[in-house]
Nanobody
Framework: VQLQASGGGLVQAGGSLRLSCVAS????????MGWYRQAPGKQRELVAA???????NYVDSVKGRFTISRDNTENTLYLQMNGLKSEDTAVYYC?????????????????WGKGTQVTVSS
């Protein structure tokens, strides 16, 4: 199983980026897919997650600015990030298998991509 994240970069505050994560090696339709981020000196945190039926969960700090979506036919996860702030600066990782709230599911998969850097300048 491989997860390849892309779309990160350097953007000014208020700008937008769209992250993509392509999964290969299996079929992931029935699993939750999510985006996590880790800023320097901080723990990794859930940003947004989406279930196969489209139900979503967002961390409060990104509600109204970020939108998560998935294309099950293409095994691809997206994160549209608008109104970026300096505090959004982090390495963003995609995940398959955790719950909508970011918990590891007993005996379930827990696949991670390598991450893509997002830097927001103020």
């Amino acid at each position: 199983v491989q997860l390849q994240a892309s779309g990160g970069g350097l953007v000014q505050a208020g700008g937008s980026l769209r992250l993509s994560c392509v999964a290969s090696g299996s079929t992931f339709t029935k699993y939750v897919m999510g985006w996590y981020r880790q800023a320097p000196g901080k723990q990794r945190e859930l940003v947004a997650a989406i279930r196969s039926d489209g139900e979503t969960n967002y961390v409060d700090s990104v509600k109204g600015r970020f939108t998560i979506s998935r294309d099950n036919t293409e095994n691809t996860l997206y994160l549209q990030m608008n109104g970026l702030k300096s505090e959004d600066t982090a390495v963003y990782y995609c995940n398959i298998g955790r719950s909508l709230t970011g918990q590891w599911v007993n005996f379930g998969p827990d696949y991670w991509g390598k991450g893509t850097q997002v830097t927001v300048s103020s």
